[in-house]
């Protein structure tokens, strides 16, 4: 799919191709469809009959001393504009819920699909990009497909049946009319190819708007707390002109295409009125036969300026389009086998590392980790620690499959975790980690995240093993508070315990902790180790430790140095090493001389 989406590509630049992906959702809603096309036909036979009521009207009504006549043109009149209204009415109503149908679905396809793809396509896209292509481009195909679509198709009937009227009333006149019409077609294709273009760029430089805006406003704390604010201010000015440059060029390109079309129509018409005039001071024509032409070849003349305009808009729908489906189109990378392993039941939680290699897909030179062997026993605790981009963070990516090693395997209760379906390997490990990640939902909602069907009774006792109850009663509503967006409204440390919570109620086999390092004050620091030691309890436990006391409480500590484990041993067996351990610790976790020392005895 990724290739037919590129293959199609260079074709689409001129064309309204990439709108053809739109065809599976419009056959989704056939009804819609086709009740969309009756009332289309509808409206505009009732437009096309008008210029005959009119003509009757010139040659017979105003000639005739019979009032009855008259009265029946004009109820007639009434009728076909009371059919006009309704159909008209109805078009609406149709296209319009058509337009809202397709674009609901297509952004709930897109944003699945996003939930789907690996972690690596995010290593390399804004984020803020990608929802404004869920916003943006989502409501510019809406509006194609409910308002332009239908302005295309009715003016394409109306235009296409006023050209028949226009033959069937005057064929001599229809062939003058006829010979003006290269003159419309040759600006839309000129121009059109350059509205489309611009209109990319003019989107494209808008996402880049959204995207900062909401990098910004995420960030409004730091961006206060270091006055920032004239700087952020300027630089979305900035960007938000660069989007108004670049739409002000598409427009201009619109602006020219529309004047030359118009201009080229009403020219054409002005001239086969003179012509017509001609014919009917001559007696050729009657004056209806004329006033009736003439009105089906305003109609024509309209239907083809209005075609023009909504030419530029569907091709910008169409640059939308193209955009979504190449959301679309992308794959994820991480996938699960044709025929996936199963884990064993209840999974032991084993975990191994055999001779991995891994360098990240964005920055293939540098090797995260390099020949990485361990081994985990089940329900063994194993500390990592290391200095900063020692690659420990990069063992829980891979341990959760968010990427592939370039070499070696990883393995959980002895299967090779690639032969099974990433989301029963995910299902077996809960994370904590080191950000607390909270939603703009309820406290009780927040910690269901871990297994969003757990009871209440079950989420309030994972919330009490994590030290969580108590805080959460006292919230306003309890369970049911708000918590606000990325959990403001709460410390740090209750963010923290809210977070074990959540892991503690998924019940996984195995407990993935980054520790947090930003300091606590000695009571959180406290509760949140004792939240802890409650989630690490009958698990395999792997934590990215922080704190003496974790490291103190681990069966093992692995140390790490450059992509790999270069001690191994408990926290006394290690600082009696000397090596590498007893220097971090004597760093990190303050251990004093005494301690070390002490321990070295
Ligand atoms: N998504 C990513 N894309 C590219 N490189 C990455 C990515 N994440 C981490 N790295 C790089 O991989 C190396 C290992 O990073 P990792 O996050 O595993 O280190 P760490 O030991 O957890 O560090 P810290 O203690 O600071 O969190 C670093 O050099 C880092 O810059």
């Keep these: 799919m990724t290739e037919n989406a590129r293959g199609a590509r260079p074709g689409n630049r001129r064309s309204l191709t990439p709108l053809r992906g739109l065809v599976p959702y419009l056959s989704r809603y056939r009804g819609l469809v086709a009740g969309a096309f009756v009332f289309l036909l509808l409206s505009s036979a009732a437009t096309l009959v008008l210029p ?176 920032n604010e004239d700087r952020a201010s300027r630089s979305f000015t900035e960007a938000v002109n660069a989007a108004f440059r670049a739409a002000r060029k598409s427009i201009t390109s619109r602006s020219i295409l529309t004047f030359f079309a118009i201009l080229a129509v009403f020219t054409s018409v002005v001239v086969v009125l003179w012509v017509g005039s001609q014919d009917v001071l001559s007696g050729k024509m009657t004056g209806g036969t004329l006033g009736q032409f003439l009105l089906y070849a305003v109609l024509a003349a309209s239907s083809l300026g209005a075609l023009s305009e909504v030419w530029g808009e569907l091709q910008q729908a169409a640059g939308a389009a193209e955009r979504m489906s190449e959301l679309l189109a992308e794959r994820p990378i991480i996938t699960a086998p044709a025929q996936p392993r199963s884990l064993p039941s209840p999974v032991r939680g084993e975990v191994e590392f055999r001779n991995v290699t891994f360098c990240y897909p964005s920055r293939p030179d540098t090797l995260a980790l390099r020949n990485l062997s361990f081994r985990v026993a089940p329900g063994e605790t194993v500390a990592i620690v290391g200095p900063s981009g020692a690659g420990k963070s990069t063992i829980f990516s891979l341990l959760l499959r968010f990427y592939d090693p370039v070499s070696g395997s990883v393995l959980v209760d002895g299967v090779e975790i690639d032969r099974l379906d990433p989301k029963e390997l995910r299902s077996s490990i809960a994370i904590v980690p080191q950000e607390s990640v909270i939603f703009a939902d309820t406290a009780a909602n927040n910690i269901a995240f871990g297994r969003p069907d757990a009871s209440r009774a079950e989420i309030e006792k994972a919330a009490r093993a994590a030290l969580a109850h108590d805080f959460i009663m006292a919230l306003p509503e309890g369970y049911d508070t708000q918590l606000g967006e990325r959990g403001v409204t709460l410390s740090g440390g209750q963010r923290q315990r809210l977070s074990i919570a959540r892991a503690i109620l998924r019940n996984a086999p195995i407990l993935l902790l980054d520790e947090a390092t930003s300091a606590l004050d000695a009571e959180s620091e406290t509760l949140v180790q004792q939240a802890l030691n409650h989630s690490m309890e009958g698990r395999t436990t792997i934590i990215i430790a922080h704190r003496l006391a974790t490291v103190l409480k681990a069966d093992r500590i692995l140390v790490m140095e450059d992509g790999m484990v270069v001690e191994e041993g408990t926290h006394h067996e290690l600082v009696r090493l000397g090596g590498v351990y007893s220097r971090l610790a004597s760093l990190q976790f303050d251990v004093g001389p005494e301690i070390l020392s002490g321990a070295a005895e």
Excluded: C
């Design 52 to 227: 005959i009521a009119v003509r009757q009207m010139i040659d017979h009504g105003f000639s005739s001393d019979d009032g009855a006549a008259i009265q029946g043109y004009f109820l007639i009149l009434i009728l076909v504009g009371f059919v006009l209204a309704l159909a008209s009415a109805m078009r609406y109503f149709f296209v319009i819920t058509l337009g809202e149908r397709v674009v609901a679905d297509l952004r709930r396809d897109v944003f699945d699909h996003l939930t789907r793809l690996s972690p690596s396509f995010f290593d390399g896209v804004h984020s803020g990009e990608i929802v404004s292509r869920l916003t943006a481009d989502a409501t510019q195909i809406k509006s194609a497909l409910g308002a332009t679509a239908s302005i295309a198709l009715r003016n394409t009937i109306m235009g296409l049946g006023a050209l028949g009227m226009m033959v069937f009333t005057s064929p001599r006149l229809s062939l003058l009319a006829l010979l003006s019409f290269p003159l419309v077609v040759l600006p839309i294709i000129v121009f059109g190819r350059t509205v489309r273009n611009r209109s990319r760029w003019a989107q494209d430089a808008l996402a880049g708007a959204m995207a900062m805006a909401g990098e910004q406003i995420g960030a409004i704390r730091l961006l206060q707390a270091f006055v």
